[in-house]
């Protein structure tokens, strides 16, 4: 009896759960096996809410050394509000004024190493 008999022990009595865990894998082996081939189209999911308006953030305020909760919207709305907007031609000739060394430094992401 080597190290695999320790390892791998089959259960002496079949018992119920054992027998329903197999019949589960089993079933989920065909459900998989069926949308694969395109025979079994899943029931469609849960409609979750996608508006943010009931999930909230803890901010620090200012005014108070607590925690005040902020809902995600009003979050998401003031940084809007603060992120500038920026037409793709005028985002060109400032990166234009900088290779001159006339304009301010704007440095842009690119993906050659």
């Not at 943010?52 to 909760?69: A, E, K, Q």
């Not at 919207?73 to 006339?102: C, M, S």
């Amino acid at each position: 009896m080597g190290f695999l008999y320790y390892a791998i022990r089959l259960p002496k009595v079949i018992n119920l759960t054992f027998f329903l865990n197999i019949l589960s894998q089993v079933r989920f082996l065909i459900i998989g096996a069926l949308t694969r081939l395109g025979l079994y189209k899943p029931p469609p999911e849960e409609v979750t809410a996608t508006d943010n308006s009931n999930n909230y953030i803890l901010i620090l305020d200012g005014l108070s050394p607590s925690l005040v909760p902020v809902p995600v919207h009003v979050v998401t709305a003031a940084i809007k509000k603060r992120v500038p907007i920026v037409k793709y031609r005028d985002f060109l000739e400032r990166l234009d004024q900088d290779e001159d060394g006339n304009g301010e430094k704007i440095y842009a992401a690119s993906s050659e190493k």
